[in-house]
C-alpha cells in the first residue's frame, strides 16, 4: 500500500503533463508529449537498452571502486584522528567539484575510446557520501561492545571488522543509497563530453542536436529507469545484508 500514493501522483503527473502540452500548443522542443516520448520509447526500444547497459556498466564500476576505496579510507580514518581531521575537509572539496568541470579534463588524459574517465568520474562522485556516511558510522561504537573486545584482547583490525564495520552497515548502505543515483548521474553527464558514442548522455546530446526532442527525452526516460534501477538494487542488498533491520521497521 506505500508504493500506491508514489504511483497516483506519477500518474497525475503524465496525465497533467500530457494535457498541458496538448492544450496549450507547446511545441516539442519546447516540452513534448509524454505520447510522443512514449512512442519513441517504443521505437528506440534496442538503442535505449544497449544505451543503458554501456551507461550502466560505467556506472556500476565507477560506484563500485568508489564504494570500496571510501570504506578503506574511512576505516583508515576512524584510526588515526588526524588523518580524519584532513580528509573530511579533502572529501567535502572533492564532493565539490562539478561534473561539467570534471569529465573534460580526464576526457583529454586518456583516449576518446577510453571508458576510463566516466568510470572516474562516477567514483569520484561516489566516494564523498560513502566516505563521511561509513566513518560517522565507525565512531559510533557502543561503549559496551568496546569494553568487552578490549577483555578478549582483540586487536585492531578484529575489533573493526568485528564490531566497527558490522555496527556501521546502516550507514554504509544510506551512503550507498545517495551514491547510487548519483553514480549513474555522473556516468551520463560524463558522456556529454567525448568519448565512445554508446551511452544514454551522448545519445541524449545526439538526438537533441537533429532537433529529435522526443527521442532524447525516450533516452533520458532510459536514464532515469537506470537510476531506478541502481536504487532499488542498493535497497534489496540492504535487505539481505541487514535482515532484521527491515523486520524492526
Not at 503527473?13 to 502540452?21: G, H, M, N, P, S
Not at 543509497?177 to 563530453?193: D, G, K, N, P
Amino acid at each position: 500500500m506505500r508504493v500506491l500514493p508514489p504511483v497516483l501522483v506519477g500518474i497525475a503527473a503524465i496525465v497533467a503533463w500530457q494535457l498541458t502540452v496538448t492544450l496549450g500548443r507547446i511545441a516539442p522542443f519546447i516540452l513534448p508529449a509524454p505520447s510522443e516520448i512514449w512512442e519513441q520509447l517504443v521505437e528506440q526500444r534496442q538503442n535505449v537498452w544497449e544505451a543503458a547497459l554501456a551507461s550502466g556498466a560505467n556506472a556500476l564500476i565507477g560506484l563500485i571502486a568508489g564504494a570500496v576505496v571510501a570504506v578503506l579510507a574511512a576505516m583508515i580514518a576512524s584510526w588515526f584522528r588526524p588523518i580524519a581531521e584532513i580528509s573530511v575537509p579533502f572529501a567535502a572539496v572533492v564532493s565539490a567539484l562539478p561534473i561539467i568541470a570534471l569529465a573534460p579534463i580526464l576526457n583529454n588524459m586518456f583516449e576518446t575510446t577510453s571508458s576510463i574517465p566516466r568510470r572516474l568520474v562516477a567514483a569520484i562522485i561516489v566516494f564523498f557520501p560513502v566516505f563521511l556516511n561509513t566513518l560517522r558510522g565507525l565512531r559510533e561504537v557502543n561503549p559496551i561492545h568496546q569494553e568487552l573486545m578490549r577483555t578478549y584482547a582483540a586487536g585492531g583490525w578484529t575489533f573493526a571488522t568485528k564490531v566497527r564495520l558490522p555496527g556501521a552497515l546502516p550507514y554504509v548502505f544510506t551512503g550507498l543509497r545517495q551514491a547510487s543515483s548519483l553514480a549513474v548521474i555522473a556516468a551520463v553527464v560524463a558522456e556529454y563530453f567525448g568519448g565512445l558514442q554508446n551511452g544514454l548522455g551522448s545519445r541524449i546530446t545526439s538526438a537533441a542536436a537533429f532537433t529529435a526532442y522526443p527521442r532524447a527525452w525516450a533516452f533520458v526516460v532510459g536514464a532515469c529507469l537506470l537510476g531506478l534501477v541502481f536504487y532499488l538494487t542498493t535497497l534489496l542488498l540492504e535487505r539481505l545484508a541487514m535482515p532484521w533491520r527491515s523486520r524492526l521497521i
